[in-house]
């Protein structure tokens, strides 16, 4: 079964530096892989994801990841963090054989003026 | 991006009466939804999966009779919680993944408080 790990809980930045939130996964397959955000009692919002292709993927709101198979990573960035950016950030992971997607525990993200 | 609403955005109930929740795919069809519980602070758990017109898949430890989920259209799923009791209180999410060019995302409704008093 594929796993997700966030192994940060907090990530915290100030405004303006680039900022990196890390995953890694495990899935027996090949992955397909995501990145939500969410705000304060709101649902997901889709980030990006990876599926095929290009190992650095653009995503939202200036957001990218880069799919590193080796390290089975799929780290998200931002060259420069905005306060707007201060969220709940969720990896995922899906088989793609497989209907289920397993989420990571979530990052905190803070950016401070 | 892809739209998923869901109704209501919280409700406050008694214990034991039951609430109904519903996620709808606003532009396109979503052959399978999913319904998620978080809790404060903590990731989303995996309650069931749906498919049209098919039973519900639960995940273990998710009873069946409490949350009844009906996907009755391509664009519509509904969440009974029956018999509501205050430790069913959680914010509940729905997501669907659809067809054609949408089958590998799952989007995401903005979910639903539920407080049970």
């Known amino acids: 079964a594929q796993s997700v790990a966030q192994p940060e809980d907090q990530v915290n930045v100030a405004e303006g530096n680039p900022l990196t939130v890390k995953c890694t996964y495990s899935?027996?397959?090949?992955?397909?892989l995501f990145w939500y955000v969410q705000y304060p009692n709101r649902g997901l919002q889709f980030l990006l994801k990876?599926?095929?292709?290009?190992?650095l993927v653009k995503g939202s709101y200036g957001f990218e990841a880069e799919f590193n198979k080796s390290q089975t990573s799929f780290h998200l960035k931002k060259p420069s963090a905005l306060v707007s950016d201060s969220a709940l950030y969720f990896c995922?992971?899906?088989?793609?054989?497989?209907?289920?997607?397993?989420f990571g525990a979530g990052t905190r993200l803070t950016v401070k003026p | 991006g892809a739209v998923v609403s869901q109704h209501p955005s919280w409700v406050i109930c008694k214990s034991g009466t039951s609430v109904k929740i519903e996620c709808r795919s606003l532009?396109?069809?979503?052959?399978?939804m999913f319904w998620y519980r978080q809790f404060p602070k903590q990731s989303l758990m995996l309650m069931a999966t749906?498919?049209?017109?098919?039973?519900?898949?639960?995940e273990q430890g998710v009873e069946k009779d409490k949350f009844l989920i009906n996907h009755a259209s391509l664009t519509l799923s509904t969440l009974t919680v029956t018999s509501a009791h205050p430790e069913d209180s959680s914010f509940y999410i729905c997501?669907?993944?659809?067809?054609?060019?949408?089958?590998?995302?799952?989007?995401f409704g903005p979910g639903t408080r539920l407080t049970v008093l």
């Open positions: 997501s669907a993944r659809g067809q054609r060019g949408r089958s590998d995302t799952q989007y």
């Open positions: 899935v027996s397959g090949n992955p397909y």
């Open positions: 990876y599926i095929t292709g290009d190992n």
């Open positions: 995922a992971v899906r088989d793609m054989r497989d209907n289920d997607m397993r």
């Open positions: 532009d396109f069809q979503a052959t399978t």
């Open positions: 749906s498919n049209e017109g098919s039973k519900a898949t639960y």
